[in-house]
């Protein structure tokens, strides 16, 4: 009785199972047959990334955020309009639109490192150069011209035409050395030892004929003399002996002017002057009197402003009488003043009197001329101060 109650729950369990496997079979079945696979299109996956990377924008961007990035929205428009304003930028923002022009700040944008790059400026050759003549003040008229924010000065002496090692390099490597300027701008460079190289002339004309030349003279005899003494310091600062002026200067065999010491030949301003209008018109050189720009800077500067087609900016308050050098220097916005360097102004050696009458005698008929072929005349001889002269004995 046992044995068959036994069999008879084995086979109801046996059928419970089979019942059980039965309907999980028909389910699995019911849900295959409900499933429907479809190829999901591009687009379709696209606008499902699009809402996954919205969502992840969404997800991650808080108040904080969109504050910070307003933020620096405001201060770039801001930065770029102060820039516009102070003239130290250019873009089209600051150029092409009209309602966004502004006058720029009355100073140069371009002086910075010479290496620097800066947007829209490029290296480009001289619109004018300096000619000459040395110890006439050519150091002096470049600086204050550097006051214009329309001009940019060459740091250095290039000597490109004057050196045929420079020259042989080609005018690309001039070009490299001209400062940065903007298209409005000028460039000028100077290196007084052309007015009396020979061959600079017809070099400076094959690279633009139509260029404008500056040179810059003073009394000859008074030149002459502080170009010996220049040459003597820097003699004297390499332990080096040097002779008078006046035994340079004069034969002591033939008591003659020695019209081939290159002191006083620099000071034959007719000669070299002459050499250079066989080039270029005297329209395209414009003579600067060196004597009057120590005395009246402002006087020459709107001369030379003129001749360049600059607008007139330098004014007189741009100087500053320096008493102790007897020169002006340049009077800066925040009230600094800016000297030339300790060699302008040194004290030139005193000269025999009958030397200086000889000399000035000698330069008398040269100026006549010179005077004659610029259309300009000048006040030369100047008076002698009683420095400058030795006591008889």
Not at 83 to 98: D, E, H, P, R, Y
Not at 117 to 129: D, E, G, Q, T
């Amino acid at each position: 009785m046992e044995t068959h109650r036994y069999m008879y729950n084995n086979l109801l369990t046996s059928i419970d199972t089979h019942q059980a496997d039965k309907f999980i079979l028909n389910d699995m079945s019911m849900v295959h047959n409900k499933i429907k696979y479809t190829a999901v299109p591009v687009e379709a996956e696209n606008a499902s990334s699009k809402k996954t990377f919205c969502a992840y924008l969404a997800s991650h961007l808080t108040k904080k955020n969109i504050s910070a990035f307003v933020c620096i929205l405001i201060l770039s428009t801001a930065f770029v309009l102060v820039a516009c304003i102070g003239g130290n930028f250019q873009s089209k923002v600051c150029t092409n639109n009209k309602s966004m022009q502004f006058t720029p700040k009355p100073q140069n944008r371009l002086h910075y490192p010479k290496n620097l790059k800066i947007a829209h400026s490029k290296r480009r050759l001289p619109h004018c150069i300096i000619i000459g003549v040395r110890k006439g003040g050519t150091r002096a008229l470049l600086q204050f011209l550097k006051i214009h924010p329309d001009v940019q000065v060459s740091p250095d002496e290039i000597h490109f035409f004057d050196n045929n090692e420079n020259y042989s390099k080609g005018v690309e490597w001039y070009r490299r050395r001209m400062p940065q300027s903007f298209e409005e701008q000028i460039t000028i460079e100077k290196s007084p030892n052309y007015f009396v190289d020979w061959n600079t002339p017809s070099r400076v004309k094959l690279m633009n004929s139509s260029i404008k030349l500056l040179l810059i003279v003073k009394d000859p005899f008074y030149r002459a003399v502080s170009d010996y003494a220049q040459i003597k310091e820097n003699r004297i600062d390499k332990n080096m002996e040097m002779e008078e002026f006046e035994d340079l200067a004069i034969d002591s065999m033939t008591g003659n002017v020695r019209i081939n010491y290159k002191a006083i030949n620099r000071s034959l301003y007719y000669i070299h002057t002459k050499r250079w209008l066989k080039y270029f018109p005297l329209e395209q050189i414009h003579i600067v009197d060196g004597d009057n720009l120590v005395l009246h800077p402002f006087e020459e500067l709107e001369k030379v402003e003129t001749f360049l087609g600059l607008r007139h900016y330098i004014q007189e308050d741009h100087f500053v009488f320096d008493r102790k050098k007897g020169f002006y220097c340049i009077n800066r916005e925040n009230g600094a003043h800016k000297c030339l360097n300790r060699t302008k102004g040194r004290p030139h050696p005193k000269i025999d009197p009958d030397v200086v009458d000889q000399l000035n005698e000698f330069f008398e008929p040269y100026n006549q001329k010179f005077f004659k072929l610029v259309n300009k005349t000048f006040q030369w001889p100047k008076a002698v101060g009683k420095r400058s002269i030795k006591k008889k004995n």
